[in-house]
């Protein structure tokens, strides 16, 4: 087990840019979720995915966002035309399969993303 | 729609000393989850509680859940400089399967 992987783990960029994170999450784990962290505030929930399947997306996500898993394995994270407000940690988190989903959540250690 | 809300955000405290961290949630649900941060790093699970009355514990934390009340606990007995920490409690909203709503989380600091 050599846990969730993230890269980069900062990530400057100016306004209007284009950037992508990756995550690797623990290989027997299907689900996979992405939160963004603010200082100061919890986790909040961006996106979630079982197997390469996009089950479930905040409704408070812009459409400049979007996430792939094409294989069930690794994901990404890509903010278009990036904005001041989308500076944050970005988070990937990965659980067991299972019918239950009261697994506990594995983290990354994120990526910080600044915005010029 | 779902809010939780911990209280105290933030907590100075001496060693060997017992307190209790607070989360409540404003609607039914059937999971809550115990984290701990540490500053720059990463999110490390420590309970997950699943039904009313359920009682978790691991060395100087104890976790407890009332779901009824719609309230959580941490209790910290016997305080050491090792569990200064950021805590936050996480539950999940029965409008999903996937999604949880986190508390602000709170800052603990303990002085030796």
């Known amino acids: 087990d050599t846990g969730v992987s993230q890269d980069p783990r900062h990530k400057i960029t100016k306004r209007g840019q284009n950037v992508t994170f990756r995550c690797d999450p623990i290989s027997e784990h299907n689900r996979l979720y992405w939160y963004r962290q603010t200082l100061g505030q919890g986790p909040e929930f961006l996106t979630y995915f079982q197997n390469e399947a996009q089950l479930e997306k905040s409704r408070l996500l812009s459409d400049r966002f979007s996430a792939e898993r094409p294989k069930g394995s690794f994901s990404t994270l890509e903010i278009q035309r990036t904005e001041q407000g989308d500076s944050a940690m970005y988070l990937c988190?990965?659980?067991?399969?299972?019918?239950?989903?009261?697994?506990?959540?594995?983290f990354g250690d994120g990526t910080r993303l600044s915005i010029l | 729609e779902l809010k939780v809300e911990q209280n105290p955000l933030f907590l100075s405290m001496q060693e060997e000393k017992n307190y209790t961290i607070y989360c409540n949630y404003s609607?039914?649900?059937?999971?809550l989850y115990w984290y701990r941060q540490d500053p720059g790093k990463s999110l490390e699970s420590l309970f997950v509680l699943l039904s009313n009355g359920a009682v978790k514990q691991e060395g100087r934390l104890m976790a407890s859940l009332d779901t009824k009340a719609r309230l959580s606990t941490l209790h910290i007995t016997a305080a050491v400089h090792d569990l200064s920490a950021t805590y936050f409690c996480a539950v999940g909203s029965m409008d999903s399967n996937y999604q949880l709503i986190w508390g602000a989380g709170t800052k603990l600091i303990i002085k030796p």
């Open positions: 988190a990965s659980s067991l399969a299972g019918g239950r989903v009261n697994q506990p959540q594995h």
């Open positions: 609607t039914t649900s059937d999971r």
